[in-house]
DNA sequence: ATAAATCCTATTGGTTTAGTAGGAATTTAA
DNA sequence: TTAAATTCCTACTAAACCAATAGGATTTAT
């Protein structure tokens, strides 16, 4: 797994969102200015996080974004499959993302990154954005 | 850390001398055929193997290469250092790649990630060419 | 009506990845 | 001494990916 910018700012986003839970729909504008990120890039990111069922957005004036699931209920680790695929360091040892690799015949070798797939997946997972804000 | 094919040719290249330790030196098209990896290809990488002194050389006929370290001197760290930079999921908190990302500021975030670069770095660390190999 | 917002797709510029190409230099063996 | 086998080295390329930017369509509140 490399984490790239998309799932940075998602994350932040989320973030954001969590801590202002109570306020309703919050516009991509006030995220963007408040966390830092390119505004029109963001717009992207909402847009996936929506179709992903983590978000609810109404449009119009004084539309915006809010969390569609408690922050508890969301893994770091799903947000970050959303953006950047795989957990595993390699595809051949991800059960989500499998395809093959040169290394997949040497089975020791695979055993480490399985290993680094299991840890990785199981920090990943038990951490939600609740953990993450406060 | 995403492992990149050249990571991964270059430790079935590391393995293959490893096995063949006592048979002096071994060419690109022995290595390149028995682990499946495309010749040329695998010449490039054999040339930074042997800049960062995982490997020694001979030239012209009966030439090749060999290993210059035990196998149980050369870490998987190392070489997909070499290879692929960080062994960090992100920069931001990778020691020896360092650069700033967007959720640098989040501690809590931050921690999680580190948690993985620890992990990720000790096992990769401490595994070996030689306790691949067998 | 207008302004503010999401929705949606296309485009772009830069970088990285996974090679390929080809010539120069070196060594062995016939 | 010449040919074959090898490493050495750099440049090139095609495709994919990344980090945005652009701009129009739609919806809603005032």
Same mark, same amino acid.
């Given at each position: 797994?490399?984490?790239?910018? *998309?799932? +940075?700012?998602?994350?932040? %986003?989320?973030?954001?969102?969590? *801590? =202002?839970?109570?306020e309703?729909?919050? $516009?991509? #504008?006030? @995220? %963007?200015?408040?966390?830092?990120?390119?505004?029109?890039?963001?717009?992207?990111?909402?847009?996936?996080?929506?179709?992903? =069922? /983590?978000? *609810? $957005?109404?449009?119009?004036?004084?539309?915006?974004?809010?969390?569609?699931?408690r922050? #508890?209920?969301?893994?770091?680790?799903?947000? @970050? &499959?959303l953006?950047?695929?795989?957990? %595993?360091?390699? +595809?051949?040892?991800?059960?989500n993302?499998?395809?093959?690799?040169?290394?997949?015949?040497e089975?020791?070798?695979?055993?480490? /990154?399985k #290993? @680094?797939? #299991?840890?990785? $997946?199981?920090?990943?997972?038990?951490?939600? @954005?609740a953990?993450?804000? &406060?």
């Amino acid at each position: 797994m490399k984490l790239t910018s *998309r799932s +940075e700012y998602a994350l932040l %986003a989320l973030v954001y969102l969590a *801590r =202002h839970e109570t306020e309703g729909f919050i $516009s991509i #504008d006030v @995220i %963007a200015t408040a966390q830092g990120i390119p505004p029109k890039f963001l717009e992207q990111l909402m847009l996936a996080l929506k179709r992903a =069922h /983590f978000l *609810r $957005s109404a449009k119009g004036q004084k539309g915006g974004y809010q969390l569609a699931k408690r922050p #508890d209920q969301i893994s770091l680790a799903e947000v @970050i &499959r959303l953006f950047d695929g795989a957990l %595993a360091p390699t +595809e051949s040892v991800s059960l989500n993302f499998y395809e093959s690799t040169p290394i997949e015949k040497e089975k020791k070798l695979t055993k480490v /990154f399985k #290993d @680094i797939r #299991d840890y990785v $997946s199981q920090k990943l997972e038990k951490t939600t @954005i609740a953990d993450v804000i &406060r």
